[in-house]
């Protein structure tokens, strides 16, 4: 789950981060009492708004209404802005960076943070840049802490805020099963105040139960995304025009990789998991027939999922939705002589390996085309 | 011999009396792996498919000797489930479970190496050692007991090469699936490290897929210290370019992670990369 700027600036100021003070508009005629002078900020789920022109300083009332109607429905890197955060200006004397993720090679937290903020942290020479990684189940010990301020060379005073939000964040970053803190610019005012200019949050989507008041936070999903999100299944829309269905992620790429290279082009991928449960199995091909596909390819390798119950699944969404786009199967797997004349009854095309379904998928295309 | 399962691994499944748990207990059975116990809190004291059932993990080792287990509990309690096996004295913990929140994984993976167990998975396919035994979910028949070692982050896939490779007349030592998530335990390094040692092994294949540097890292260590040839696949070369962790993920990576890098890895240090999962068998009857 990603969170928007002034989502995160929320959950910061729960843990005690301190935040600019801000007020949330979807119109510039709820703006009622900004926080003069200060930033109007797009709320978008991407980076690069400054350079798109989504962030715009405002020193008076009109000013701010005037960004934020110029601001609101942007489209910025492909998502259209529909709420904007209006942000006291700080004065910024200097700008730090600060972020926790997890190391997946060392399966520990690593702690980031330089003295060079406010840039893309990629853009910052390497001995610029303190990392440390974090055992998880000891915490942030002291040691840590210490070497962060030697390495950003901290005065005792602006040592010990910024201490005091590291401890804060691996707080929230623990608590609130996060994938990524990230504060860019960790702000230092003139008159050495500590305040978390900007803010990142991804929390992990595993760890939703956990978290339910973040459920119902807009993604980064298109709206048949977000129906399959919501049924549990993987499905990701793609540019192309044939839709991929598998069983297993591993298998649901490769079989996107086999059409690609055959000369195909997947529009849609659809990663059917472990399932052997008829509805499951239903949902997943709506959502995929609902993106309109021109062909159908179907690879299921049957462990544990019945290639019957896949291939019933399928001539039943076909029925339901009156749906009469042509689909080339390759299924293994338990039951699958009865999978194949449940298929061939709704003129389904058949082979062997996934090649020879991909290279029929092309065909059939061409043909229908 | 073979690495980390064999015939003589007494095995507990957590877990055993959902549907899961009850299916694949009788598969496993059906293996051949000695499958010694169960465990469900509150159900102790009954038997699934001839399995006696425990209501701790502690109860089932000190009655029935088990040294390793497989958890199939629902996410939410798979991390109770996992560091009560590791505490009891589990040597090898195979988690099938899916969807196990990060740092639930964050806390069980150094635990488990402080009590000097390995961990396979999360989400993962299990492990299987053809003609000996099997902790995991994948299909029986596709398996012969062979010299070639598969490590696997896929499920699925891993069954489609596995079968190629045994329908050629080749047969595997022993089938590791590490699984798909970013936190696991047993990785591509170390279960090759396995399988460099492990006699019984001659040949390699590593089946990845984009996203971390799993691979990269595993090149680099094939090169150092691999003498045995070593095929691979990596799964999701045309996908277009995933959602990346912010500039904070995209620096630990240094631009490795994409399917380009590993190709790449995998050129320099001398492993071949099948074009097609079928490919493998044929890249590994010319080895």
Redesign the interface.
């Known amino acids: 789950m990603k969170f928007l700027e002034h989502k995160a600036k929320e959950v910061f100021a729960r843990y005690g981060i301190p935040v600019p003070r801000g007020v949330v508009v979807s119109s510039p005629e709820d703006i009622v009492d900004p926080p003069l002078p200060c930033m109007v900020k797009a709320q978008v789920l991407t980076g690069g708004r400054g350079k798109a022109g989504g962030i715009r300083p405002a020193s008076t009332f009109e000013d701010a209404r005037n960004a934020t109607a110029e601001i609101l429905g942007m489209e910025i890197r492909g998502h259209r802005v529909r709420e904007v955060l209006l942000a006291e200006r700080i004065d910024i004397e200097k700008e730090l960076y600060l972020s926790l993720t997890i190391d997946r090679s060392a399966r520990e937290p690593l702690i980031i943070a330089s003295a060079l903020g406010g840039v893309d942290i990629e853009a910052v020479p390497r001995d610029r840049i303190f990392m440390e990684h974090v055992p998880t189940n000891l915490g942030l010990q002291p040691y840590v802490l210490r070497g962060l301020r030697a390495k950003l060379g901290l005065s005792s005073e602006i040592g010990d805020q910024v201490v005091d939000v590291a401890r804060k964040a691996y707080d929230l970053f623990r608590k609130e099963d996060a994938e990524l803190v990230e504060i860019n610019p960790l702000a230092v005012t003139p008159e050495g105040r500590v305040v978390a200019g900007d803010a990142k949050l991804v929390v992990d989507d595993n760890a939703e139960y956990r978290h339910p008041e973040y459920a119902a936070m807009d993604q980064d999903r298109t709206p048949l995304e977000e129906e399959a999100h919501d049924k549990g299944i993987t499905f990701i829309q793609l540019d192309g025009d044939v839709g991929v269905i598998a069983n297993g992620a591993g298998l649901t790429m490769a079989t996107l990789d086999i059409l690609n290279l055959k000369g195909g082009r997947g529009g849609a991928f659809l990663d059917l998991g472990g399932t052997d449960d008829p509805k499951k199995v239903q949902d997943a091909f709506e959502i995929l027939i609902k993106a309109r596909p021109s062909v159908i390819l179907l690879n299921i390798f049957g462990g544990i999922t019945k290639a019957d119950t896949v291939a019933q699944g399928v001539k039943e969404s076909l029925d339901t939705l009156g749906a009469r786009m042509p689909v080339v199967a390759r299924i293994k797997g338990v039951n699958e002589d009865r999978a194949k004349d449940i298929l061939r009854e709704i003129g389904m095309h058949s082979a062997e390996t996934i090649e020879e379904a991909a290279e029929l998928a092309v065909k059939v295309r061409a043909e229908g085309a | 011999m073979a690495v980390l399962l064999t015939k003589k691994t007494r095995l507990l499944v957590q877990g055993i009396t959902g549907h899961q748990g009850t299916?694949h207990t009788r598969a496993m059975l059906d293996f051949g792996t000695k499958v010694v116990g169960g465990v469900t809190p509150g159900k102790g004291g009954t038997k699934v498919e001839g399995v006696p059932v425990y209501d701790s993990v502690r109860d089932a080792i000190a009655r029935k000797r088990a040294n390793a287990s497989i958890v199939f509990v629902p996410?939410?309690f798979a991390k109770d489930a996992a560091i009560e096996a590791i505490q009891a004295g589990v040597k090898l913990l195979v988690i099938i479970t899916?969807?196990?929140?990060?740092?639930d994984?964050?806390?069980i993976?150094?635990?488990a190496r402080s009590k000097g167990c390995a961990v396979i998975g999360p989400n993962c396919?299990g492990i299987v050692t053809p003609g000996e035994a099997k902790a995991g979910?994948?299909?029986n028949h596709i398996f012969r007991p062979g010299d070639i070692g598969v490590i696997?982050?896929?499920?699925?896939?891993?069954?489609?090469i596995v079968?190629e490779i045994t329908k050629a007349g080749m047969g595997e030592s022993t089938c590791v699936g590490i699984g798909?998530d970013?936190?696991?335990g047993t990785?591509m390094v170390e279960a090759l490290t396995l399988f460099q040692k492990d006699r019984a092994t001659k040949r390699i294949v590593l089946?990845g897929?984009?996203g971390?540097?799993?691979e990269e890292?595993a090149a680099a260590f094939i090169e150092r210290r691999v003498t045995k040839p070593v095929v691979a696949?990596v799964?999701?070369?045309?996908?277009?370019p995933g959602?990346r962790?912010?500039?904070?993920?995209?620096?630990?990576q240094e631009g490795r992670g994409t399917a380009e890098s590993k190709l790449k890895a995998f050129e320099a240090a001398g492993v071949p990369v099948a074009?097609?999962?079928?490919d493998v068998a044929k890249l590994l009857a010319s080895t």
């Open positions: 299916f996410a939410p899916e969807r196990i929140p990060f740092h994984a964050l806390d993976m150094p635990y396919p979910i994948m299909p696997s982050r896929s499920g699925t896939l891993t069954y489609e079968n798909g970013p936190v696991n990785d089946v897929e984009i971390g540097t799993a890292e696949y799964a999701g070369r045309t996908a277009p959602k962790m912010g500039h904070a993920g995209a620096i630990i074009d097609y999962p079928a």
